[in-house]
């Protein structure tokens, strides 16, 4: 087995409930190794959004930038997460079809230049890690009574354990974790229900109206739109015959269900909450056991949705070119991500947090439009096995160019506390760069990545893949 081989495949588990440590990275799944039922993707995608960040989001609605009121927030707010959601919804669908996960997928088409989108799926992960991890740790300092940082030292070994076992301990922990946070967040919906109110107006008017709710829609799409780059990470293993329309439906309602319940929570406290940290939850929470219960759901939340950032980072970066075990990039994830969060806890929060936000977001539409008008134009057929050897990959150029121009296009369009384009303000500060991103990017590699050939294979084949450390055998993928 040569050093590549070592580094992208390994052990991995077998079967539901496995726990045996991942050590498997980018390389596909072999057809004989696939496994797992439906349901989990529904919780795989519904735990990890129950978290603070969600809160804070809803109660943006109401912020005198956005200012739409109640009404139209609960609008924007559904509106802006069934569109966040629809593109890992439908990536998600290719991890059963190919074994891959979704940033080495990404090397199909970027060849080469994946180093560009992998590096920024890599720092997206610590950037989210961090802005999580700064709810989490105030929780579990304010529930156990200790400093901050030792309580998002806490936060970052869990987490870190859960991302360095891998994908099989992922998916076991968000479903029973599925089951504990909705029972947490339904009794916080209770309590919010009687001191919270819907009767919000509006305070900004006329076209500036129209600019906020874009705006909030913006927003909320921004919370989940990011899921697009890990979807296949977590439906790889499964079987080729698992039903498409199952995995995206099922994939859209755990994303939608759980980031809609809590926003809406967040829109409806907006008001009254005096703060919106953990300890601002607590206190709306009433204090008492609600508000104990309250803090140990914002850490669980906070262990669950890190964890996949780990994990997918840790993909993503060897998706990039980097030839680091799986586990060993899960734990410099999480490392990285403590002296970020460090930071996002001192000074404005509002601000750092929706810039950051944004930012880590804006080229995600560029990346999947790019990937999805590859996608089509092979008829859904490729070489998984492919990916492996750098030096065989394509220089992806154009699907890079596309990438890039589609983000330059669409800055005119972006607004944040850090930067307004002058398209934004002609809006009357409405983000429609998400849109204009997606679309520029995909019409450019239509236009120019048609006239060039693929360098990647883009018919069924039959194709080794490395076999686990140990196995003594090798196995075969059959791609249909």
């Known amino acids: ?284 929470a009433g204090g008492g056991v609600l508000g104990v219960l309250v803090l140990i759901a914002v850490a669980i939340g906070t262990v669950s949705v890190n964890a996949m950032n780990d994990y997918s980072g840790s993909l993503s970066l060897q998706a990039a070119g980097a030839r680091i075990l799986r586990p060993a990039v899960a734990v410099i994830v999480t490392v990285v991500a403590f002296g970020l969060t460090l930071w996002l806890n001192t000074g404005d929060l509002a601000a750092k947090f929706t810039n950051i936000l944004l930012f880590i977001t804006y080229w995600v539409p560029c990346y999947v439009a790019v990937v999805v008008v590859d996608w089509y134009r092979r008829g859904g057929r490729v070489n998984p096995s492919a990916i492996l050897d750098s030096a065989t990959l394509p220089s992806g150029w154009t699907a890079l160019v596309a990438l890039v121009v589609g983000f330059l296009v669409s800055i005119p369009f972006m607004d944040t506390s850090l930067y307004v384009g002058p398209a934004a303000k002609a809006l009357q500060g409405a983000d429609i760069a998400y849109s204009v991103g997606f679309l520029v990017a995909g019409g450019v590699y239509a236009a120019i990545g048609a006239r060039v050939p693929h360098g990647v294979a883009a018919v069924p084949v039959t194709v080794p893949v490395p076999p686990p450390a140990g196995s003594g055998g090798a196995s075969e993928l059959s791609q249909a």
């Open 1 to 284: 087995m040569n050093s590549t081989d070592q580094a992208f495949s390994g052990a991995r588990p077998s079967r539901e409930g496995d726990l045996t440590l991942e050590m498997h990275g980018m390389a596909p799944i072999p057809e004989t190794d696939r496994y797992g039922g439906l349901l989990r993707v529904f919780t795989v995608w519904f735990t990890p959004n129950l978290v603070p960040a969600g809160f804070f989001i809803g109660t943006l609605a109401t912020a005198s930038f956005v200012g739409v009121g109640f009404g139209l927030g609960l609008v924007a707010i559904l509106v802006g997460t069934v569109i966040g959601s629809l593109p890992a919804a439908y990536l998600g669908t290719w991890g059963p079809r190919t074994g891959l996960g979704q940033l080495p997928l990404g090397r199909l088409v970027f060849g080469r230049s994946t180093l560009l989108p992998g590096g920024l799926m890599w720092l997206s992960t610590i950037a989210w890690d961090a802005i999580n991890a700064l709810f989490g740790a105030e929780a579990l300092a304010l529930l156990i009574h200790v400093p901050f940082w030792l309580g998002l030292a806490v936060i970052l070994v869990l987490q870190g354990l859960l991302g360095l076992m891998g994908y099989e301990m992922v998916h076991t922990f968000q479903k029973w974790m599925s089951i504990v946070l909705a029972l947490m967040f339904l009794l916080l919906t209770i309590r919010i229900s009687s001191v919270g109110t819907a009767s919000i107006p509006a305070t900004a008017h006329g076209a500036g109206l129209a600019g906020g709710f874009v705006l909030m829609v913006t927003l909320s799409a921004s919370f989940v739109i990011a899921w697009a780059t890990y979807a296949a990470d977590y439906t790889r293993y499964m079987k080729p015959t698992t039903s498409r329309a199952g995995v995206f439906w099922l994939t859209l309602a755990g994303l939608t269900v759980s980031s809609v319940w809590v926003e809406v929570l967040g829109l409806a406290a907006s008001k009254i909450a005096s703060d919106q940290t953990a300890a601002g939850m607590r206190t709306l």
